[in-house]
């Protein structure tokens, strides 16, 4: 039975790939449903959601669409966290690889630093990076995966501490086999579907720290965003609270639908792992 499968096989990984397709089409048909800027005025200002065709979902303070907004910010959100997972993911993984595989200074080394990345929690680093460096798009994914990587590191090394002792990895050695060789092919195979389960966990933490940094205002103010949308909706909360509502439903479903698929992925990676054994 393919990983697939079994990840189908769950409710959890159904209802977690369900919603994240959907999403996800929601995100790429977006110029289709919506063309043009999301942040255009598009019509007058504070229309009711469903009293109106044209704004399905209403109309914010200036007039822009929030139908839009909610499509657009489902692909900065979708794209900022997979792009901040797949960073802090092959950052994490190439540390852990290094630290478990060489061992003595070298593993020390490696973990004080993870050590060091780990004290810190990540939305006050990735907050204290962005208020640093700028607001751009690319800066917050770089903020993001410098808060992240250090869990991603730390189960590899585990893992990797675990398989370097098989024998099957002292038989490659044996043969003469290259260190490089031993370590890619050998080793991080086996080393991946734990951390593969992890990513996302990682993918949904990045979703929740950029719409809070667009909800303070370090976001990209030219795109987009739900967490921008949360901010608009406050001064209007008590008249217009559909404002705020409805992208912190959206955000609120999008992070439980990762957490599915988390869920349904790690059974699934598990199932694969009992039987590899």
């Known amino acids: 039975m393919s990983r697939l499968q079994r990840l189908l096989g ?5 209802a977690g790939f369900a919603i994240l397709v959907i999403l996800l089409s929601a995100g790429l048909l977006a110029p289709a449903i919506s063309p043009g800027d999301p942040l ?3 019509g007058r200002a ?4 469903f009293t109106d065709a044209a704004f399905p979902l209403g109309t914010d303070r200036l007039g822009r669409d929030v139908l839009a907004g909610l499509l657009y910010g489902a692909r900065t959100s979708i794209a900022v966290g997979l792009a901040a997972a797949f960073s802090a993911m092959v950052l994490g993984v190439c540390v852990g690889m290094a630290a478990g595989f060489s061992g003595g200074f070298v593993d020390e080394a ?3 630093v993870v050590d060091a990345f780990q004290i810190v929690p990540g939305f006050l680093l990735a907050l204290a990076f962005v208020s640093t460096i700028g607001v751009s798009t690319p800066i917050v994914v770089l903020a993001i995966a410098l808060g992240a990587w250090a869990d991603p590191a730390r189960l590899t090394r585990a893992q990797v501490l675990a398989i370097r002792e098989q024998d099957y990895v ?3 050695r044996v043969i003469g086999m290259h260190p490089a060789e031993i370590a890619f092919r050998e080793i991080l195979p086996n080393a991946l579907p734990p951390v593969l389960a992890l990513s996302a966990t990682i993918v949904a933490g990045a979703i929740l720290t950029e719409s809070a940094l667009s909800f303070l205002g370090l976001g990209n103010p030219n795109i987009a965003t739900w967490g921008s949308m949360i901010a608009e909706g406050r001064s209007v909360l008590r008249s217009a ?5 409805l992208p912190g439903a959206a955000l609120a479903v999008t992070v439980l639908g990762v957490h599915l698929f988390s869920e349904g992925l790690g059974k699934a990676l598990g199932d694969d792992g009992g039987r590899a054994a």
């Open 10 to 14: 769950t409710w959890e990984g159904i």
């Open 40 to 42: 255009r005025i598009a």
């Open 46 to 49: 504070l229309l009711a959601p």
């Open 110 to 112: 490696l973990m004080r």
């Open 170 to 172: 002292a038989s490659a």
């Open 241 to 245: 609270a559909y404002l705020s509502v």
